[in-house]
């Protein structure tokens, strides 16, 4: 069966721009979850997302959102890009909150 | 603080070896995580625990609720089990913490 799929892999934009990431989980998982990993701070909660309701969301400020559709596909936004915002991107999906599967990530450079 | 605490960060171990990474939390959980991720990023999710022990191949991964500790072990070890572990808890409320990561090296 299909794993989760991330799009794009890799990304560059530049500061002050804005970037929408997608997330297409596994066949009949309802639950989205975002990650943000920096060699900094490490693995970053974001948000999860479940039967298209924000269930969760992690400390980070109001340029990152994200929403579900009714496929269960997720998107994350990031408005305003800065260069802290550099990271490898992950989200994970899972049935009902148990046992995630991770997608491969994108990661984003800005400069 | 950070609410988990892996040990150790880095760990370097003969193939064959045995191998201990311990994982400590100072919050409630509903659930705790044992990942593995390898260079290039990707990451997979090896165990899910909320009591006991869980065992899988040469991988076992025990939790304490009480002491609010988790091990994952790994017996015979091989080069391709080099990657970095990450612990992660679920706590009450479906917010998930990580610990930094435990970088194993296993050398041929």
């Known amino acids: 069966k299909a794993g989760v799929t991330q799009t794009p892999r890799y990304l560059i934009k530049t500061r002050g721009q804005q970037v929408t990431l997608s997330c297409s989980p596994i066949?009949?998982?309802?639950?989205v979850s975002w990650y943000q990993q920096t060699p900094g701070q490490g693995l970053q909660f974001l948000f999860e997302y479940f039967s298209e309701t924000q269930r969760n969301k992690g400390n980070f400020p109001g340029r990152f959102s994200g929403r579900q559709f009714s496929n269960s596909r997720s998107e994350m936004n990031v408005s305003t890009l800065e260069l802290g915002d550099s990271a490898l991107y992950l989200c994970a999906s899972s049935l009902q909150g148990d046992g995630y599967t991770f997608g491969s990530g994108t990661r984003l450079t800005v400069v | 603080k950070n609410e988990v605490e892996q040990s150790p960060q880095n760990l370097t171990a003969q193939e064959g070896e045995f191998i201990t990474i311990n994982c400590s939390y100072s919050v409630g959980i509903s659930a705790l995580h044992w990942l593995q991720q390898h260079p290039g990023g990707g990451i997979v999710s090896l165990f899910m625990l909320s009591s006991g022990k869980k065992k899988h191949g040469r991988l076992i991964a025990t939790i304490n609720i009480q002491e609010k500790h988790s091990s994952l072990h790994i017996t015979a070890s091989h080069p391709r089990d080099s990657a970095v572990y990450i612990c992660a808890v679920i706590k009450t409320g479906n917010q998930f913490y990580f610990g930094t990561g435990t970088s194993l090296t296993v050398i041929p």
């Open positions: 066949s009949g998982h309802r639950s």
